[in-house]
């Protein structure tokens, strides 16, 4: 039988792959949406300049919605008085 510590790591990383991967079919759909809202702007030329803003575009929402998450986690973390648990070579200190 296996011990509860390696379920507890295996049901952690099963739940990381799994949310890995919804989030990318997500970011998919999401791309999709948004290069069609750029077709309907820009029209539906490839002009490489609206492929770079478009890029652009993205890359700072990801960002700043990125650094926002992270705010809000950590000041969560914070008020609840959870330390961050740092891995070395895969083990927990």
């Known amino acids: 039988m296996m011990n ?3 379920k507890l790591e295996l049901l952690e990383k099963m739940t990381t792959l799994i949310a890995a991967g919804l989030g990318l079919v997500a970011a998919l759909a999401w791309n999709d949406a948004i290069k069609g809202l750029f077709s309907i ?3 539906k030329s490839s002009n490489i300049a609206v492929m770079f803003l ?6 700072v929402v990801v960002v700043v919605a990125t650094i926002k998450l992270s705010r809000a986690t950590n000041k969560l973390k914070e008020e609840l008085g959870i330390k961050e648990e740092v891995e070395d070579k895969g083990k927990k200190k």
Do not use: D
Not at 54 to 59: D, E, N, R
């Open 41 to 43: 702007i820009f029209g």
């Open 4 to 6: 509860k510590n390696l």
């Open 54 to 59: 478009y890029a652009i575009v993205i890359t």
